[in-house]
């Protein structure tokens, strides 16, 4: 069972604009959330994180937003570039486990 | 990346052989994983380990197999290919697992075709 979702594929946003890319988990138990780029050819590499004292973080054109509540985390990029073009994953543990568990991924397309 | 490697980084093989991918890392990380990907699917874990000799099954683990013998290589090894297991396969390490304030580097893959 899929306990973190990325419900949209894909995504296209004119260069300059914001991307906004989503992620939905169901256990209640994550505590630190990660977003990972992945290009073609190449493994993922790490791009920020947020634990869940926090509702923001926020890194250069990146920021994360965690709602508990909703169980919901989103990636927002401002402004979008064309190197931005890549596959997003978003990830989640809970402080006691072992392993990551991953969504499935959304290509971002940054259109110049 | 810096610190890992996976080898081969490209194989091609037949329907019913056996297959050997290996991990090596010299970031001395407890912590080390297998995962593949495929489209729709994203990133699934088939195995990990969490020390020498340690390890544990993932979501997709069936026909496949994992030692570590030492903290710094971790093998997968696939007893009979099948044309199922064609994918990107990812090896990942960690200081500490699932604990906040860390997380994975991910080694660049071996894309495995099984015909």
């Known amino acids: 069972d899929q306990q973190v979702k990325q419900n949209s594929p894909s995504l296209s946003v004119q260069e300059g604009r914001i991307s906004i890319l989503n992620c939905d988990y169901t256990?209640?138990?994550?505590?630190?959330f990660l977003w990972y780029k992945k290009y073609p050819a190449e493994g993922p590499t790490f791009l920020i994180s947020?634990?869940?004292?926090?509702d923001k973080n926020e890194d250069g054109r990146f920021t994360v937003f965690l709602n508990k509540s909703a169980k919901h985390l989103s990636l927002h990029i401002v402004p979008s570039q064309p190197g931005d073009s890549a596959v997003y994953f978003c990830?989640?543990?809970?402080?006691?486990?072992?392993?990551?568990?991953f969504g499935t991924g959304t290509s971002l397309t940054v259109i110049p | 990346d810096a610190g890992i490697t996976q080898s081969p980084r490209h194989k091609v093989t037949e329907t019913g052989t056996p297959v050997t991918l290996r991990c090596h890392q010299t970031?001395?990380?407890?912590?080390m994983y297998w995962y593949r990907q495929d489209p729709g699917h994203g990133l699934r874990l088939i195995h990990y380990?969490?020390?020498?000799?340690?390890?544990d099954k993932g979501e997709v683990s069936d026909g496949y197999s994992v030692s570590r013998s030492k903290t710094e290589d971790f093998l997968l090894t696939l007893e009979s290919a099948t044309s199922s297991q064609t994918s990107v396969y990812f090896c990942?390490?960690?200081?500490?697992?699932?604990?906040?304030?860390?997380?994975?580097?991910f080694g660049s893959g071996t894309r495995l075709t099984v015909v």
């Open positions: 947020i634990s869940s004292i926090k």
């Open positions: 380990s969490y020390g020498v000799k340690d390890t």
């Open positions: 970031e001395n990380h407890r912590y």
């Open positions: 990942a390490i960690s200081e500490s697992g699932g604990a906040a304030g860390y997380g994975y580097t």
């Open positions: 990830a989640a543990s809970s402080n006691t486990g072992n392993q990551f568990y």
């Open positions: 256990n209640s138990m994550f505590d630190y």
